[in-house]
Structure formats: structure tokens, C-alpha cells
């Protein structure tokens, strides 16, 4: 009886170790597929928006936005627009300075310091990248609509939809490396996307964007996020930041 449950034992252990490697691999073939889809997007969409050929769906759908009979009213009662600008201020830089280091505050005191220097890198360089862009492409704010909030930069890709989804889903992406429960990475992203895609739809619904900029800067930001997922990864696996912590609850 007992060789048997041997034998049990070690087939579950096996059957739980593949599973996992499944899974692994399934997170980082979804992680490429996101990187080099996002790049291809942002070149695609880059050469389009340089052409003027997306110039009539982006005034089309900030007009959609816009009470027809007062272009400087947002659709909706006044609370929704209030909404709007506290949701576009959760891409503002004082806010991701603030949730960064607070993140980078949990991993320290975690003990994963290596992470935290990892992710102390990987999120300024992200910010770094969405301004160098924008002063490459150097595209005019919208003048269909009056702004709704202030402006101080060029327009394309959007630098609160870009920095919000290098911030949120890069911090994220990391966080889920040093994080067995599955609920909690689950959670971890499903809470990334939703805060960068309020913050985009935000700043097209403030008049301050093009509905083309948000969507270069979703793809931007999400490929840097996969990018440093896999590299993060990568270090990990030859030992250079630190792994999952085990735990009852894990993949």
C-alpha cells in the first residue's frame, strides 16, 4: 500500500510540475505575441497617422464625444466629466512617481531588491522612451474642442496612456514574477489594464488627445511592459532577481 501511494505521490508532483512549466510557457509565449503585436501596431499606426490617413476617424470619434448643439461640453451630466479628469489624473506624473515608489517600497520591504532595482530602472525608462517619442513625432494637440485640461506637450503617442501603461502594467508584469498566488496576479493585471484603459479613453473624452495617440500609447506601453516581463524573466532564471516565494496558494 504504501509503494502505491508512492507512486501516486510522485505522479501528482510530476503531473503539477508539468502543469506549471505549461503555464510558464503559455505566459511567455503571450508575453512575445504582445511585444512584437504591439511594435507592429505602433509602426503601423505611426505611418498612418504621419500620412493624415487617420485624420477623419479621429475627428469622428472625439466629435462623438461632444455635445453637438456645444462642442465645449463633454457628453454626459457634470459628474461625468468630473470623473474624467480624476480618472486622467491617475496617468498625471505625480501620481505614477507615487504608486512606483510604493511598489518599489513593498518589494524592498519583501526583500526582493533586486526587483525593486530592476523595476526602479524599468519604469523611468519606459517614461523616458514615451517622451523621446513625443518629441520625435512632435503632432499638434487636437483644436476641434476646447481642452478640458491643461496641455503642456506635443500630442502623439499620448503620454498619459503610454507612462499609465508602462507604470501600471510593467509594475504589474513584475510583481506577478515575485508573486505565486494565482488570484493575485490575476488580480494585479485585471487592475493594470482597467486603470490604463480609464486613463486613456479619459484624455479623449477631455478633448486633450486624439483617439489614435491613446491607442499608440496602449501600444507602447504594453510592448515595454512585455519587454521587461521577459527580461525580468529571463534574470530570474539565471539567478540574477529573485524568484516566487513558495506558498499553499500557488500556480
Same mark, same amino acid.
Given at each position: 500500500?504504501?509503494?502505491?501511494? =508512492?507512486?501516486?505521490?510522485? $505522479?501528482? =508532483?510530476?503531473?503539477?510540475?508539468?502543469?506549471?512549466?505549461?503555464?510558464?510557457?503559455?505566459?511567455?509565449?503571450?508575453? &512575445?505575441?504582445?511585444?512584437?503585436?504591439?511594435?507592429? $501596431?505602433?509602426?503601423?499606426?505611426?505611418?498612418? &497617422? #504621419?500620412?493624415?490617413?487617420?485624420? +477623419?476617424?479621429?475627428?469622428?470619434?472625439?466629435?462623438? %464625444?461632444?455635445?453637438?448643439?456645444?462642442?465645449?461640453?463633454?457628453?454626459?451630466?457634470?459628474?461625468?466629466?468630473?470623473?474624467?479628469?480624476?480618472?486622467?489624473?491617475?496617468?498625471?506624473?505625480?501620481?505614477?512617481?507615487?504608486?512606483?515608489?510604493?511598489?518599489?517600497?513593498?518589494? %524592498?520591504?519583501?526583500?526582493?531588491?533586486?526587483?525593486?532595482?530592476?523595476?526602479? #530602472?524599468? &519604469?523611468?525608462?519606459?517614461? %523616458?522612451?514615451?517622451?523621446?517619442? =513625443?518629441?520625435?513625432?512632435?503632432?499638434? @494637440?487636437?483644436?476641434?474642442?476646447?481642452?478640458?485640461?491643461? &496641455?503642456?506637450?506635443?500630442?502623439?503617442?499620448?503620454?498619459?496612456?503610454?507612462?499609465?501603461? /508602462? +507604470?501600471?502594467? +510593467?509594475?504589474?508584469?513584475?510583481?506577478? @514574477?515575485?508573486?505565486?498566488?494565482?488570484?493575485? =496576479?490575476?488580480?494585479?493585471?485585471?487592475?493594470?489594464?482597467? %486603470?490604463?484603459?480609464?486613463?486613456? /479613453?479619459?484624455?479623449?473624452?477631455?478633448? /486633450?488627445? *486624439?483617439?489614435?495617440?491613446?491607442?499608440?500609447?496602449?501600444?507602447?506601453?504594453?510592448?515595454?511592459?512585455?519587454?521587461? *516581463? #521577459?527580461?525580468?524573466? *529571463?534574470?530570474?532564471?539565471? $539567478?540574477?532577481?529573485?524568484?516566487? /516565494?513558495?506558498?499553499?496558494?500557488?500556480?
Amino acid at each position: 500500500m504504501k509503494h502505491h501511494e =508512492k507512486i501516486r505521490h510522485v $505522479g501528482h =508532483k510530476s503531473f503539477s510540475l508539468l502543469a506549471r512549466l505549461g503555464r510558464h510557457e503559455i505566459a511567455m509565449l503571450l508575453c &512575445v505575441a504582445v511585444l512584437s503585436g504591439g511594435i507592429w $501596431g505602433f509602426v503601423t499606426l505611426a505611418d498612418e &497617422v #504621419i500620412e493624415g490617413d487617420t485624420q +477623419t476617424i479621429d475627428e469622428s470619434l472625439l466629435l462623438a %464625444l461632444r455635445n453637438p448643439a456645444d462642442l465645449s461640453d463633454p457628453i454626459g451630466p457634470g459628474w461625468v466629466e468630473e470623473m474624467g479628469r480624476d480618472f486622467t489624473a491617475l496617468g498625471g506624473v505625480g501620481v505614477l512617481v507615487l504608486i512606483t515608489l510604493g511598489a518599489l517600497g513593498y518589494l %524592498l520591504l519583501a526583500g526582493r531588491y533586486r526587483a525593486a532595482l530592476f523595476a526602479a #530602472i524599468a &519604469v523611468p525608462g519606459g517614461i %523616458l522612451l514615451s517622451t523621446v517619442m =513625443k518629441i520625435g513625432f512632435d503632432r499638434p @494637440r487636437p483644436d476641434l474642442v476646447p481642452h478640458e485640461a491643461m &496641455v503642456y506637450t506635443a500630442s502623439f503617442p499620448s503620454g498619459h496612456s503610454m507612462m499609465s501603461a /508602462v +507604470t501600471y502594467l +510593467t509594475l504589474a508584469a513584475l510583481l506577478t @514574477r515575485v508573486q505565486p498566488a494565482l488570484r493575485l =496576479k490575476a488580480y494585479l493585471l485585471i487592475l493594470a489594464i482597467l %486603470l490604463t484603459l480609464l486613463v486613456g /479613453v479619459s484624455r479623449v473624452y477631455l478633448g /486633450v488627445h *486624439w483617439p489614435t495617440d491613446v491607442l499608440a500609447g496602449w501600444t507602447a506601453g504594453a510592448s515595454w511592459a512585455a519587454l521587461c *516581463w #521577459i527580461v525580468m524573466r *529571463w534574470m530570474q532564471r539565471h $539567478g540574477q532577481v529573485e524568484t516566487e /516565494v513558495s506558498g499553499s496558494d500557488t500556480e
